[in-house]
């Protein structure tokens, strides 16, 4: 049995869904999309979760310096949000939470000469639960 929920949450929320209709919530600066398929039934519920996180970030000049400490930034907070997804999902609906995978992408834009540049950037992270009992 195969479940698929696909949310686009507020700016200022990331919303993971998982199967069986449970949902939960976590504060941050990215909006997100989390679909769930269930894996397995045998000896507890094991749920695959997949939680996309972005953001954006201007960019106050377009040297090769401020790009790379902005990438770096942003990458290492997809990284903060990719484990601290763990211990929410512990928190509320697993028992337990394993990363299974995480991608990184970013992408600048400059669409006008008196705007400045902007680092979009996404992650995906990729996590097999076991579901509490309730």
């Not at 377009?62 to 290492?76: E, F, H, V």
């Not at 997809?78 to 299974?100: D, F, G, N, P, Q």
């Amino acid at each position: 049995m195969k479940s698929k929920y696909h949310y686009r949450p507020p700016r200022l929320a990331a919303l993971a869904l998982v199967g069986l209709g449970l949902a939960l919530a976590g504060a941050g600066a990215w909006g997100g999309v989390a679909k769930a398929s269930i894996m397995s039934v045998s000896g507890g519920a094991e749920v695959s979760v997949s939680v996309g996180f972005s953001t954006q970030m201007p960019l106050p000049d377009m040297t090769d310096q401020t790009l790379a400490a902005t990438q770096k930034r942003g990458r290492t907070f997809v990284y903060r949000m990719a484990r601290e997804e763990c211990a929410l999902l512990k928190a509320t609906i697993a028992e337990s939470c394993r990363l299974t995978g995480l991608n990184v992408n970013a992408r600048l834009t400059n669409r006008a000469s008196n705007t400045p540049a902007t680092l979009h950037l996404n992650g995906n992270a990729r996590y097999l639960i076991t579901l509490k009992k309730f």
